[in-house]
């Protein structure tokens, strides 16, 4: 049997994860010798989106797979992936499944929101010509967020065929997070501005419809309460609020309600600082 796909897996110094993804990939119901494994190292933390595109430069066949080097493909991943391209699609999103013990922590639950994404590079299938005509990912996306919206988003833009097969799991397992997670995962935020600023249309209707107006709020109170304490009081409502909106359904250990709180505090001026830096990073009107 000749060469049919191409599985291309970024990492980032992190073996035991990739061993145990690279095990999951030699397991796969379609036969070895049908596709090629194509991983590639991150040792200068270029991103996912610079290690994919080195990925898919290399691979050798017309049609190729991706995804994480902390995930798990079921056994019929490729071949239903595989299925779907020969059947005509140009793009092919699989299923996410992110399986969680016990109530979860805040992190978790939005972690888990991954199984609701439209498009995601952990578990799709393109062709190659595709890829070449969009010429890949955007590689300005240094970090793992909305580069795979952006390439979403191009495929619509640019007319492709795009099919959902749910018989094409991967199961994306969620990695412990250090205390305080929430804070670091803000810089992120800097990278929607490219996303808006590149599909504003898109944006809109699929991520986020409107601004984080609440965000401006809390920090302007806060601000002015050095002034006027009444404007304190509002600014400590708001953040109650946000608080009980985020611990809905989530553990309530000391702990976590500890690093909730604290969390909730800083979180808004964090995600405004970050919008403010995207919008001049990239030069849009991006609030």
């Known amino acids: 049997m000749s060469l049919r796909l191409s599985v291309v897996v ?15 990939l030699e397991r796969q119901s379609l036969p070895r010798q049908a596709y090629e494994i194509v991983v590639v190292e991150d040792r200068e933390r270029r991103g996912p989106a610079w290690a994919r595109n080195r990925g898919w430069q290399r691979a ?3 049609l190729v797979a991706f995804t994480d ?9 490729l071949a239903r992936g595989l299925e779907a391209l020969v059947a005509g699609a140009d793009a092919v999103c699989g299923r996410i499944e992110m399986p969680l013990a016990g109530v979860p922590t805040d992190y978790e639950r939005d972690a888990q929101g991954l199984e609701r994404a439209e498009f995601v590079t952990a578990n799709c299938f393109l062709r ?11 590689e300005r996306f240094e970090l793992a ?19 959902r097969e749910p018989r094409a799991v991967v199961v994306h397992p969620v990695r412990p997070a250090p205390w305080g997670v929430s804070l ?13 600023k590149k599909h504003p249309r898109l944006y809109r209707e699929r991520i986020r419809a409107a601004p984080r107006w609440d965000y401006y709020l809390m920090v302007a109170s806060l601000i002015l309460g050095l002034v006027n304490p009444l404007f304190f009081l509002f600014w400590a409502g708001l953040t109650a609020r946000f ?11 000391p702990g976590h309600l500890l690093e909730m709180l604290i969390t909730s505090i800083a979180i808004p001026p964090l995600a405004v600082f970050w919008r403010i830096a995207g919008a001049l990073r990239f030069k849009v009107a991006f609030v």
């Open 69 to 77: 080097d902390d995930c798990l493909p079921h056994p019929e991943w």
């Open 128 to 138: 190659k010509t595709m890829l070449e005509h969009l010429r890949g990912f955007d």
């Open 10 to 24: 970024p990492t980032c110094g992190r073996p035991e994860l990739l061993s145990r993804c690279l095990e999951a």
């Open 145 to 163: 967020w909305r580069e795979d919206s952006d390439l979403h988003f191009r495929l619509l833009e640019a007319g492709a065929r795009l099919v």
């Open 60 to 62: 050798r066949t017309p």
């Open 243 to 253: 608080f009980v909106h985020r611990m809905r359904g989530t553990a309530r250990t």
């Open 184 to 196: 670091s995962q803000q810089r992120k935020v800097m990278f929607d501005a490219l996303l808006f």
